[in-house]
Each structure stands twice: as structure tokens, then as C-alpha cells.
């Protein structure tokens, strides 16, 4: 893949939708940690975690009559939430700590899992969900339940 300045080097980006993209841009970088690597104008803005991105969009006048109102996280009058978004960071719990204390709506506390992670869940302003991840074992999904398909390429074998 070719190289660009003007788009984040993630093979996957989620671009999540906000009624105000820069309080959005501002509450992901305060709570989660993020980093504003570009803004574009006043309706999209790229952010950096770790070696991830995703995009933040402002929508369009009635793009999403389910987002939640106010600035409250879970303020909103949602029928369906048909994504999630996970990000895979070194400490859950000091994350969860600061996410609780600058009043991200929890959904689910930091918990371990059997396939090696140790996990929680948020919702934040606009009603998107979030889980973080911290790896605590490598586990062989057979251990779990899993079923190996097709092993995942080696960073090394990834082409950017």
C-alpha cells in the first residue's frame, strides 16, 4: 500500500459520526487519550491511538436520529447499536480509572477473559461503543474454544 500523508497508515479505519465533531474530538482525546493527528475544516478530524486511527465526522442534519443528546454519555434514545470499536492498550485498568472519573458511561468493568485479555466497555458522547483490551497471556485459541482458520500475517510480513 502506498503511503500518504493525508490518511492515517491503518489498513481498517472506523470513521464514527458526532452531531459536534470537535467537542467529539476534544471528550476522545480527554477521557480515552487520543491524539489529534489532522483536522479537516469543521467536519472531520483524524486521530491517533497507539498505532491505530479512526476518524471523527460530524453528521449531517438527520444522519442519525438515534445519537444521544446533550453532552452525557447514554443521554441518547438509541434503538440499535450495530458496531463497536476495540482498542488494544497497555494498562485497562488505569484507562478504566480515567475513563470512569471524567464520567464515561460504563457498560462493562475491566474483566479477564479466557482467550488472554482483560477487557472493559464504554460509551462515550455520542453513543458509540468502546471496548479496550490489554493483553494479559498468550493463549492458543484452542485452549479457549477457538478454531484457528488461517493464521494472522507476522507485522513483519505487512506491507505499508
Not at 83 to 107: C, F, P, Q, T, W
Amino acid at each position: 500500500m502506498r503511503a500518504n500523508r493525508s490518511m492515517p497508515s491503518s489498513t481498517v479505519i472506523p470513521v464514527l459520526g458526532y452531531p459536534d465533531m470537535a467537542q467529539a474530538v476534544a471528550w476522545l482525546c480527554d477521557v480515552f487519550e487520543f491524539t489529534e493527528r489532522l483536522r479537516i475544516g469543521t467536519h472531520r478530524a483524524q486521530l491517533n491511538v497507539g498505532d491505530g486511527h479512526v476518524v471523527v465526522a460530524a453528521q449531517r442534519p438527520g444522519e442519525a436520529a438515534d445519537a444521544p443528546e446533550g453532552n452525557e454519555p447514554g443521554a441518547a434514545r438509541r434503538s440499535h447499536i450495530g458496531h463497536s470499536v476495540m482498542v488494544r492498550i497497555e494498562d485497562v485498568n488505569r484507562h478504566y480509572e480515567r475513563a470512569k472519573a471524567r464520567g464515561a458511561r460504563i457498560l462493562q468493568p475491566p474483566t479477564g477473559f479466557p482467550y488472554g485479555e482483560r477487557q472493559y466497555t464504554v460509551e462515550d458522547l455520542g453513543g458509540h461503543r468502546w471496548t479496550f483490551s490489554q493483553t494479559i497471556s498468550d493463549t492458543a485459541p484452542e485452549a479457549w474454544g477457538g478454531t484457528p482458520i488461517r493464521p494472522s500475517p507476522e507485522p513483519s510480513d505487512l506491507v505499508r
